[in-house]
């Protein structure tokens, strides 16, 4: 979800005001994929690289990820499942605030009943230290590294693999999101920052894997 910052500048606002509005489109996106029927949506909301920004610019994104797992009714109006992929809480690198953890084990907890369409969220998340993670618990259960065996031991195993991966912004890049998952996708590069990704945005997206 890139963007924010430059769509905020482009308006004379702080770069948090466009983190604000960011988290409000995805929010009204949620909405309009579950009328698409997507089943899996998985969003980059903070990276394992993202902890040097300023620190008032890294707490209003924790904040507005308080607010984002948050969203229960709204989640639970819309029988979406909410999930999160990061460095496990446990681990020493971990960086997540207990705050935020908190409010991430609430959201999965009170919609694990949903049966639609499962909202994965990303934070505190690099995919070179899931596959790391990923090896590492095979390699202390026993296991014979393979394919399977990393795939088994994903933050998220049950995430099938990526159909279409949208980056915004014109940013022409992966930077460390799901390398392992995305291995067939197809790729939806698009100008428009984050707050201004919307339903036809992501129809266009969608009509890459479904024509
Ligand atoms: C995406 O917007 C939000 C996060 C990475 C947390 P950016 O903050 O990257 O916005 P730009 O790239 O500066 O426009
Ligand atoms: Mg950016």
Redesign the pocket.
């Known amino acids: 979800?890139?963007?924010?910052?430059?769509?905020?500048?482009r308006r004379g606002l702080p770069?948090t005001a466009?983190?604000t509005e960011?988290e409000e489109n995805l929010a009204a996106l949620v909405r309009v994929a579950v009328t698409r029927d997507v089943g899996w949506l998985t969003v980059?909301?903070?990276?394992t690289e993202?902890w040097v920004?300023p620190r008032t610019?890294v707490r209003h994104?924790l904040g507005l990820h308080k607010k984002l797992f948050g969203r229960v009714a709204e989640l639970n109006e819309l029988n979406v499942r909410i999930e999160w992929m990061g460095r496990p809480f446990d681990s020493p690198d971990a960086r997540t605030p207990k705050y935020v953890q908190q409010a991430i084990r609430k959201a999965i907890h009170d919609t694990r009943q949903n049966t639609g369409m499962v909202l994965t969220v990303a934070f505190d998340y690099g995919s070179r230290a899931e596959l790391v993670h990923a090896a590492d618990q095979a390699r202390r259960a026993g296991e014979t590294i393979s394919e399977q065996t990393i795939s088994q031991h994903l933050y998220v195993p049950d995430l099938p693999p990526v159909d279409v991966l949208v980056r915004t912004?014109g940013?022409l890049r992966i930077s460390n999101f799901m390398l392992w998952q995305i291995v067939g996708a197809r790729v939806y590069f698009t100008d428009r920052?984050?707050p201004e990704f919307d339903a036809a945005e992501l129809d266009r997206a969608l009509a890459l894997v479904r024509r």
């Open positions: 979800m890139d963007g924010n910052g430059r769509w905020a500048r770069r466009g983190h960011g980059f909301g903070f990276s993202n920004r610019e994104i912004s940013e920052p984050w």
